[in-house]
């Protein structure tokens, strides 16, 4: 097998080491709003809501707008069993990109009847998140800055030339480096419309602080504990603090585990791992160029994301994608020193130019992957019920799609997004253990492989994209 790049062209130990010595473990994002945010109660004792919302990230925070906004006068309650954002919401790289099917390749290969109708779909979406915020004046750092992916290895290179996509730019080696300097990028695609850059955390405290301004009750520190419902009778929703009583409810519970048995295997959590900068200076921002601004991200099968904040940070992230044998989300899964360094011994290849630079802060999120990777969406008493989950990673802007379809269906209104064979078909689940560690862990080696081999797929990966179970965006 031959070495990638990042193997090729290691750092040495002390640049790492010196890099990572006072790097706090603390995800950026949520520190910078920490002294900002408003903070809602826990709910005190039983309530009857006309719609209540299960979960305070993006799905749970934009479905509770819609339906507040549609029907100012129904009592709409939104539960969260924490702080709103506190996970992924509020943890992730900031990327608000138009794919509503994470990439274009996902969707040629699961529905190619409906490639071009989930692009403009998609296109739709983010115009439809950018104006939202521009028209309530959100305070979210949000750029529509396009995203730049890189080819750092010969094969790459290959892929990018036989792209036909005209709402992409192909670009060789030196018109890459105009845009931003690296010794490894050897080419690269721009495609201007197709993601927008923001702060997540800030993202996640402007929505609540929209819905709680137009009438949207929200209660953190409640987690709810059960679900149950009889026909023609209100959903019941049991809490730490009480039960619930609602005509309509909407899960958007993201990578914990879903009020409906029925969808108890359909995601499995897989842990992300996080660098940020300390704010560069003048001249080590003009040492990289990078006046565009663009999201970054490679072609590899493991592959790294990158951006630049407000401040001029880099943050860093991808590559490895960690799943815990057992399957339990656990905070001490986000302390994973090994990956932290492997981060910062690809960022310093990438960017030699920026030795001496420090990292401060490192942090990981868990992301709930299905076996399609993207979203879908599930249902119980009689549509009373919607739940969505499967965002895989790529859930910023897709959650606001998926918002859209929960209104929709919770209104039984017949639309072109309800009509998707995407929306209306669901995953394989995954196995129980220990199965699913075995599949999981062994698709990973294949992958990291399939990196060292020219991009090509060995036979279990092209057994999973025959089933419709393989890793393509």
Known sequence: MEPTIFETNRPAAKVIDDALRDTKRSCFWIEDVADSAARYPALDGGKMADDVVVGGGYAGLWTAIKLKTEHPERRVLLLEAKRVGWAASGRNGGFCEASISHGEPNAESR???EVGTLRRLGYENLDAIERFVTENKLDVDFERTGELSIANEPHQVEWLEESDDPNHISLNAEETQQRIKSPTFLAGEFSP??????????LVAELARHAAEIGVEIHEQTRVTGLEGQPDEPIQLTTVHGTVSAERV???TNVFPSLLKRYTFHTVPVYDYVLMTEPLTDEQLASIGWEGREGLADMANQFHYSRLTK???????GYDAV????????AEHEDRMETHRKLASHFFT????LEGVKFSHRWAGVIDTSTR???FFGQAHGGRVQYVAGFTGLGVGATHFAADVIVDRLEGRVTERTELQMVKEMPLPFPPEPLASIGINMTRWALNRADHNR???????KTLDALGLGFDS
């Open 350 to 353: 990438t960017f030699p130019q």
């Open 373 to 375: 990777f993207c979203a």
């Open 193 to 202: 419309r197709d993601n927008a850059n923001l702060h997540p955390a800030k």
């Open 323 to 330: 799943y815990f044998a057992g399957g339990r989300i656990k």
């Open 111 to 113: 529905w190619p009847d």
């Open 311 to 317: 401040d001029n940070r880099i943050l860093w992230g």
């Open 250 to 252: 909407a899960l958007c």
């Open 455 to 461: 991009g090509e797929r060995n036979v279990l990966l």
